[in-house]
């Protein structure tokens, strides 16, 4: 079993920032790659950021050039670094990750999700 939890979030100004954390825990033999996503009141749940073994990233549009996801290959951790905030990107925000298990082979893991509000 693979666990995924967030840390993080809260109520920021718009212009504002924030820096979201994410550790992986459990039967972890490798990870393919980690990955931040985000769900709006209303609004279906959509990727944010996403980087591979390799350190390869890829953002959604909407945050280019605002947001910046990075990892501690030997903590397990990962991060997304979110800068000039504006309410649209009020959401909980969910880490992903593909995990090689010792008992279970590849498996898709999310964690609970993090609140981030943007609002005066």
């Known amino acids: 079993q693979v666990q995924l939890v967030e840390s993080g979030g809260g109520l920021v100004q718009p212009g504002g920032s924030l820096r979201l954390s994410c550790v992986a825990s459990?039967?972890?033999?490798?990870?393919?790659?980690m990955a931040w996503y985000r769900q709006a009141p209303g609004k279906q749940r959509e990727l944010v950021a996403i980087?591979?073994?390799?350190?390869?990233?890829t953002y959604a549009d909407s945050v280019k050039g605002r947001f910046t996801i990075s990892r501690e290959y030997d903590k397990n951790m990962v991060y997304l670094q979110m800068n000039s905030l504006s309410p649209e990107d009020t959401a909980v925000y969910y880490c992903?990750?593909?995990?090689?298990?010792?008992?279970?082979?590849?498996?898709?893991?999310w964690g609970r999700g993090t609140e981030v509000t943007v609002s005066s």
């Open positions: 992903n990750s593909i995990v090689r298990t010792v008992s279970r082979g590849i498996g898709n893991y």
């Open positions: 459990g039967d972890i033999m490798s990870i393919k790659n």
């Open positions: 980087i591979v073994a390799g350190g390869m990233t």
